[in-house]
């Protein structure tokens, strides 16, 4: 399984952006999804899931009203659209893929099997 993930850049603050995460190797519509972030000297934390069938999504409080996560199974991609940018959410964007068939939303690590590389979203104030 292989998920490239792409869309950051700089922004300032109040600006937004879309994350894209392609995915392949493996039936993309029959698994969870989610987006980590890790900041310079943070841990990995969660940002958003959803679910195999993008019926249900989950936030952490800290995006919630504020990013939206979308998936688009005919296309295998998974995309994370984030507005109203904040510094704080200055970080390394990471997708993950779920472990579990047809699995439902994950905010924990390690219901995830595989991941992406990372694209850094910067955001100025």
């Known amino acids: 399984v292989q998920l490239q993930a792409y869309g950051g850049g700089l922004v300032q603050a109040g600006g937004f952006l879309r994350l894209s995460c392609a995915a392949s190797g493996r039936p993309f519509s029959n698994y969870a999804m989610g987006w980590f972030r890790q900041a310079p000297g943070k841990e990995r934390e969660f940002v958003s899931s959803?679910?195999?069938?993008?019926?249900?999504?989950y936030y952490a409080d800290s995006v919630k009203g504020r990013f939206t996560i979308s998936r688009d199974n005919a296309r295998d991609t998974v995309y994370l659209q984030m507005n109203s940018l904040k510094p704080e959410d200055t970080a390394v964007y990471y997708c993950a893929q779920g472990g579990m068939y047809r699995g439902g939303y994950a905010y924990t690590e390690s219901k995830y099997f595989y991941w992406g590389q990372g694209t850094q979203v910067t955001v100025s104030s």
């Open positions: 959803i679910s195999w069938s993008g019926v249900a999504t």
